[in-house]
């Protein structure tokens, strides 16, 4: 299944930059290995926000929640830094097209 994941990460007070960027760049080595292996497509930092933007293949939405509770942000306990997480499933367009033919003749 593939997944469109959107993530906010908001920097709090409190934690400092050398902190804060030592979090997210170790979560970015892990999203590199998964994009390796295949779990994540494509993944992206939105320009000039602090968002990140990434299309999963996961078998399941079980393997979902696993592979974002295991990711360092969530293991190490920075959770909290994710202020907001955006999740859709997607489904090839392919396969829309072929309802939509149906849907056009009702």
Do not use: C
Not at 30 to 49: D, E, F, P, Q
Not at 54 to 82: C, E, F, Q, R, T
Not at 84 to 98: D, G, H, M, S, V
Request: aromatic residues 8%.
């Amino acid at each position: 299944m593939l997944f469109m994941l959107k993530a906010h990460l908001e920097k709090p007070p409190g934690v400092s930059n050398k902190e804060f960027y030592g979090v997210w760049k170790q979560e970015s080595e892990a999203a590199l290995a998964a994009v390796k292996a295949g779990a994540i497509k494509v993944i992206y930092k939105a320009a000039g926000t602090p968002d990140v933007i990434a299309i999963l293949d996961l078998p399941s939405v079980d393997d979902l929640d696993h592979a974002i509770s295991n990711l360092p942000i969530w293991k190490l306990g920075y959770s909290h830094i994710v202020t907001k997480i955006e999740i859709t499933p997607l489904r090839p367009y392919e396969n829309w097209a072929e309802v939509l033919k149906r849907l056009a003749e009702e």
